[in-house]
């Protein structure tokens, strides 16, 4: 049975990092929110997923006086580097344009930015189960009570399996979508994050990214075919190591899964009174090191829109919030097309043929001689998502 109904200005679905940067931005403005959360905070605050935030991430947070959340756990001085067939490249990651981008795994982010919305008075309710969308949003809390939130606005920053993008009536959204053909063994590893790399190889692309000092993020290329238990930890081992031409640290194996390499886009991001944020929206390969980057973007977007909104009672940056958006998501999917076919068409034939893997290496020998060389590879070495 359903008791009083709530009021506030946003319900924001979702406790990830377009949920809660776009609730501390709200809160910094004195406008209301509620961030619904189905996950319990221990759970949220340990997810594992990109670790990066870029420059124009660093520079956002701290323009909004938030810097405050990027201050990660200590982490061990990471070594970079880019191998091809076992060969180490020189590369001089040192690059002044990405000197703001900071490391900083995403459980970390989370967990800050949950605390300085809680510190300042924020209205975060985990277990939030059975969410639904309509005229008012309803959930079931932790004592099994119905509750109902009426907003001006919902958020909706849950994700590409959330509820929100699918209480969108059929019809509505254009799904623009690419399979890549293969897909990555992502594996958490309690290995010490002191290194970063990618490693291009005949035998599939392999990656190293630190996830905090005492665990590390490992991905393999690997057939659409593959399962979990086609690869237990001592061949993921074995595999890295051939795939950088020597040892690797190795330690205990905490989590592994496939993930398929795919693009997507949802054309408009808004319904009604809902709008999409993040991965409820798009989702570009991890390749490209960029979908934390462009949940801020969203996140941002609409804070302004909503504030405007607000303050001034000027609906037009609401209006234009889809399109605005989409010129930066296409941007976005642009890159990570491109650099997600050129590292992986560089390394195994099996995929595109030795033809456009001799294309791939030339392009990045033209890559690793130009001055965009240190932008792309330490983004990629120390960023992928």
Known sequence: ????????????????????????FLLRHGIGCVVLERHSREYVERRQRAGTVDARGVRMYRAWGLGEVLAGDPLPEVAGGFWIDGEELPIDLDDEDNADSILCPQQVLVRNLTDVFLRDGGDLRFEAADVSLGDVVRYRDTGGAVRAIRGDFVAGCDGDRGVSRASIPDGVLTRYAHEYGYAWLSVLAAVPGTSSGMAIHSRGLAGLIPRGAHASRIYLQIPLTDTVEQWPDERIWRELDARYGSPRQSGPITDKR?????????????????YLLGDAAHIVPPMSAKGINLALNDAETFARAVILQAEKGDPSLLDSYSADCLRHVWNYQAFAAWITDLMHDAGDTTYAGEFRQQIARAELQRQFTSPAANRLFSELTSGVN
């Open 1 to 24: 049975m359903v008791g009083m109904v709530e009021n506030t200005t946003i319900v924001i679905v979702g406790a990830g990092v377009a949920g809660l940067t776009l609730g501390n």
């Open 258 to 274: 496939i993930v398929p390499l795919r693009s997507v886009v949802y054309d408009p991001m808004s319904y009604g009174n809902l």
